[in-house]
């Protein structure tokens, strides 16, 4: 396992609590009439976090106009993106910065999640990972599905399968990764259920003793 390439939502960090709260604002405000008793909670979003965004906005808002439900996304992207700069609270999961930067003393580390462009420069801000993550790739910037993106990653930075694993805590994750022609480690803390996953950790530090 030398690369190891990184989910971000359920298995570096929980913000669904406030991204929740970004996204009703959002509701609130477009004020969309076939959305008026809609109310995102947390637990919602960890049902939907780790698919692509358009697929979210599908899930939540439904069969509205598709102007105003691409306008609807951007905004709870863009209030998304000031909730979380501006939170201060830590929602990092416990010891995910300190194990991290200690795998990248040997490992190549890296990022790939469905989340929109902006989003992991954000997150590598927020939880002190400058410096340690050499590439990442998102829908948001490609428009490409997960298994594509992580392709992508490897192609650009020359990984061979064989050396490197996905780490992500949702079935998505995981059929996203074997299609992409790499092994799978199973973050069983996070949001999703995966059944017979290559490899499983409780917590993010356990990956110290399996990387």
């Given amino acids: 396992m030398k690369n190891l390439i990184f989910d971000i939502d359920g298995t570096l960090w929980n913000t669904t609590g406030v991204v929740a709260g970004a996204w009703n604002k959002a509701v609130r405000e477009m004020a969309v009439p076939e959305l008026t008793r809609l109310n995102v909670t947390a637990d919602m979003l960890k049902k939907e976090f780790g698919k692509p965004m358009d697929v979210i906005a599908d899930d939540l808002f439904g069969d509205i106009d598709a102007g105003v439900k691409a306008r609807l996304l951007s905004l709870c992207c863009e209030y998304e993106q000031e909730a979380l700069a501006e939170c201060e609270d830590d929602l990092r999961y416990e010891g995910m910065t300190e194990t991290l ?27 002190g990972l400058s410096g340690i993550i050499k590439d990442f790739e998102c829908f948001g910037r490609t428009e490409l599905q997960k298994d594509e993106n992580i392709r992508l990653v490897m192609e650009r930075n020359g990984l061979a399968p064989a050396d490197t694993v996905y780490i992500g805590d949702t079935m998505g994750d995981f059929v996203a990764t074997h299609k992409a022609g790499i092994k799978f480690v199973y973050a069983s803390y996070g949001f999703g259920d995966v059944t017979e996953p290559d490899y499983s950790i409780g917590a993010i530090g356990e990956l110290l003793s399996l990387a």
């Fill in 101 to 127: 930067k200690k795998l990248s003393e040997d490992h190549n580390l890296f990022i790939v999640s469905n989340c929109q462009d902006g989003y992991i420069e954000l997150v590598i801000k927020k939880t």
